[in-house]
Nanobody, 116 residues
Framework: QVQLVESGGGLVQPGGSLKLSCAAS????????MSWYRQAPGKGREFVAL????????NYRDSVKGRFTISRDNAKNTAYLQMSSLKPEDTSVYYC?????????WGQGTQVTVSS
């Protein structure tokens, strides 16, 4: 059974940090580009970060550059999103995505709330 399970979300104060994890089962992430997306209440899902499966190059949306870092550990079949200097506008449900030419998988999401 193919699954992506996100974890690590929660409530954090502005300026704080969180590290999200995305654990895969039923397939091998080494063959997939891994991405994070987010969706705030009443808004559409938006791209946050990507790491390729080939040369591990990364790409970020402008608003998180310098604050978020995406990484992957193929041996653990897991991707991560390290988030620092968090802002209230980062509050969203964060979703993990695994994609290649043949398949496209989504996790169920994890809530991140940035509030004092």
């Amino acid at each position: 059974q193919v699954q992506l399970v996100e974890s690590g979300g929660g409530l954090v104060q502005p300026g704080g940090s969180l590290k999200l994890s995305c654990a895969a089962s039923g397939f091998t992430v080494s063959a997939y580009a891994m991405s994070w997306y987010r969706q705030a209440p009443g808004k559409g899902r938006e791209f946050v970060a990507l790491i390729t499966e080939t040369d591990y190059s990364t790409n970020y949306r402008d608003s998180v550059k310098g604050r978020f870092t995406i990484s992957r550990d193929n041996a653990k079949n897991t991707a991560y999103l390290q988030m620092s200097s968090l802002k209230p506008e980062d509050t969203s449900v964060y979703y993990c995505n695994a994609k290649n030419s043949f398949s496209n998988y989504w996790g169920q999401g994890t809530q991140v709330t940035v509030s004092s």
